[in-house]
């Protein structure tokens, strides 16, 4: 059977019949519709619910205005720090799933994939409910601020003004915040594979030979997690690169990434063509994001 | 060889235990300076832990070891004066030999020419010499063993900690290693402490060998020692290959003693046990000292071994099994009480090995110094 497979090229019977249900579905369901937006990419309104396909490169030179270009810079910012924020959480966060005792890692790990089981709209809204001016983040602050207030009236000073609650939602803290919450997993499990398969006995040469264990981290294990950290940071990056909900929902009138723009060109602003140039220069955008990676992986094969 | 043999690592009643489990219980000796010392034992028996309490990566739940007179129970591994080689030899795969020999040096802030000196003179001293850019991942385990060995070497360690070195070695390269490594510590001077549960290991490299069991030192003392005069049916067993009788110790003078063992018959040696008188007792006798009568000349070996009085040190039995390993010849013989001996015989000549087949009836004796009497 596995036979059969590894040896396509001289069993293309079974290699056809396997093959050909997923192409298809591919063919007619991803690369069709795909191919529709493209054209339509290169075409202007004719009506209402018409597009003419000019060939015109009109949406393209318009994506070129900076209020467009601007959007695409801060997206890239936006995930960027997001990625980077959750490698600096996610990273101890792998290290101490790896080397909890034997018998926590599954549960640990559960902990961090559980809210993948959770839709992520729900998700939202509930850490929405935590951020709000009425919500818990802001009432244990009041309750901190009171008590700070208490503690001067005891010492004989002046109490503190009255509480005015902290506005942590609809900007673009709430969005990087939510964009964090929501992705982390995204690095931590690449991340948990790559150290898991660490030799640990690695890191107690380093040790034995001298090295503290910052040197250690350093030397040791962040090279040996490259791939693990590469591959997080890819994972990571392009679904905040593209992220729509959470800017959405969080986010202020400020904060919108380039989804958000794509999103209004389709529904209130009925300009497909624009909308289908914006999401294709996003595409090539995570393209070459893609290509730079795997260029990167080559050449480390290759040395 | 200096003959001022300070101890270098004193292990004073250290004990570990993981939760209920007791790895090392209460064990106290001394590794002198310049030996080579094996922890040798069964799997599980405490023995890695031990190494990993010298190197510093398992603290004792009690008790204190002591390097080179200084108490390390504070003293991190990074800091300890003992480098070690690997079971895994974690050569670390992202850095070629000379980055993973010099690793140590660089962290010591070294400078970059001694490093160069260092490094190159540790590559010759373990014949990898040529080898310098290669990626651990283009060597043989036994080319990165040599690399781990040079990594530590490097560091000019009091004490060279081995855990298992030579157990994932094929068995060429492995008897091989055993002869440099004793080379090798003989060259450089550097105390070695070895773990194994290879007793061959144990017995060709070793100046001294611990025998750990359960935790706890079963036997202290020199390969050749610990093989021909084992302290008890544990270390008579687990180091080489053995027959054990029980017996109950009928006489014992300083220069005589005897032991009556049902299973086997009067045991006489010619020096003293110093055992309770009428004690339950264990006989052990190594195979190779027991010597098969051939048919038509074993009155002029009987006559060789007039050491004991009549009707000692003799035993008769049927040949229930044979297997031929080309030096020796290996006999499983039921005695006429039923019970088996194990006897091993030279072959001297190339015919030695039709002297006898199976079901023959043999009798057999050994000399009167050749039975160890074991207390427990």
């Known amino acids: ?303 | 060889m200096t003959q001022a043999k300070q101890p270098i690592i004193q292990i004073r009643n250290v004990s570990k235990r993981f939760g209920k489990v007791t790895a090392v219980d209460n064990i106290s000796l001394d590794i002198l300076a310049g030996e080579f010392f094996v922890l040798l034992g069964p799997s599980g028996c405490g023995k890695t832990t031990l190494l990993r309490m010298i190197a510093g990566f398992e603290m004792p739940t009690e008790g204190q070891i002591f390097i080179d007179g200084q108490d390390m129970s504070l003293v991190p591994p990074n800091k300890r004066p003992v480098n070690m080689v690997f079971q895994s030899y974690a050569v670390f795969p992202h850095m070629n030999v000379t980055d993973n020999v010099g690793y140590g040096l660089r962290i010591a802030g070294v400078s970059k020419g001694e490093i160069r000196d260092r490094v190159a003179e540790a590559l010759e001293l373990v014949k990898l010499g040529g080898f310098e850019d290669r990626m651990p991942d283009q060597m043989s385990g036994g080319q990165r063993q040599r690399v781990a060995l040079a990594r530590s070497l490097v560091m000019r360690p009091k004490v060279l900690l081995l855990d298992e070195p030579l157990s994932a070695l094929d068995a060429k390269l492995r008897a091989q290693m055993q002869f440099e490594l004793a080379d090798l510590q003989d060259k450089v001077g550097i105390t070695f402490v070895t773990v194994t549960h290879d007793q061959d290991e144990a017995l060709s490299m070793a100046s001294r060998v611990a025998v750990i069991n359960k935790g706890e030192v079963a036997q202290l003392a020199p390969p050749a020692d610990l093989y021909e005069y084992p302290a008890n049916r544990f270390v008579a067993d687990f180091v080489g290959s053995v027959n054990i009788f029980e017996g109950k110790l009928t006489l014992d003078e300083p220069d005589k003693a005897a032991v009556d063992c049902p299973g086997l018959g009067k045991i006489y040696l010619n020096h003293g046990v110093t055992g309770p008188h009428g004690a339950d007792v264990w006989v052990a006798l190594r195979p190779e000292k027991i010597y098969l009568h051939v048919p038509g000349e074993g009155k002029a070996v009987r006559a060789a071994a007039q050491d004991a009085p009549d009707g000692h040190n003799l035993a008769r039995g049927t040949i229930k099994g044979m297997s031929y390993l080309g030096d020796i010849t290996l006999y499983e013989i039921q005695l006429d009480g039923g019970q088996m001996i194990r006897v091993s015989r030279p072959n001297l000549s190339r015919h030695d090995q039709e002297d006898f087949t199976w079901d023959d009836k043999v009798s057999m004796h050994w000399r009167a110094d050749s039975p160890v009497v074991l207390l427990s």
């Open chain 1, 1 to 303: 059977m596995s036979g059969a497979l590894q040896d396509w090229k001289s069993q293309k019977k079974p290699f056809a019949a396997v093959v050909t249900a997923p192409v298809f579905w591919l063919a007619l369901f991803f690369v069709a519709p795909m191919a529709i937006v493209w054209l339509y990419s290169f075409g202007q309104n004719a009506g209402p619910a018409d597009i003419e396909i000019s060939g015109t490169l009109d949406n393209y030179k318009r994506a070129t205005e900076w209020l467009y270009v601007s959007i695409f810079l801060k997206s890239f910012a936006v995930a960027g720090l997001t990625t980077l924020l959750c490698l600096i959480i996610g990273f101890p966060v792998a290290m101490a799933i790896t080397f909890a005792a034997p018998k926590w890692r599954p549960w640990l790990l559960l902990g961090i994939m559980l809210p993948f089981w959770t839709n992520l709209l729900i998700r939202t809204y509930a850490l929405m409910a935590l951020m709000g001016t009425n919500g818990y983040m802001n009432k244990g602050l009041a309750g901190l601020w009171e008590g700070a207030s208490w503690l001067r009236t005891l010492v004989g000073m002046q109490p503190l003004d009255a509480w005015t609650p902290v506005q942590l939602l609809y900007n673009n803290f709430a969005v990087v915040l939510g964009l964090v919450y929501v992705h982390l997993p995204f690095m931590v499990l690449p991340l948990y594979s790559a150290l898991d398969r660490l030799d640990k006995s690695l890191i107690e040469a380093s040790l034995d030979l001298g090295a503290g264990h910052l040197k250690t981290f350093m030397q040791i294990v962040v090279p040996l997690a490259a791939p693990g950290i590469v591959a997080g940071v890819m994972i990571t990056l392009i679904p905040a690169l593209g992220a729509y909900l959470t800017p959405d929902l969080m986010g202020g009138t400020d904060s919108q990434m380039i989804a958000n723009v794509i999103e209004r060109q389709f529904k209130r602003a009925n300009d497909w063509p624009f909308g289908a140039a914006l999401s294709f220069l996003l595409i090539y955008a995570m393209f070459i994001l893609i290509a730079f990676q795997s260029m990167r992986s080559n050449k480390v094969k290759a040395a």
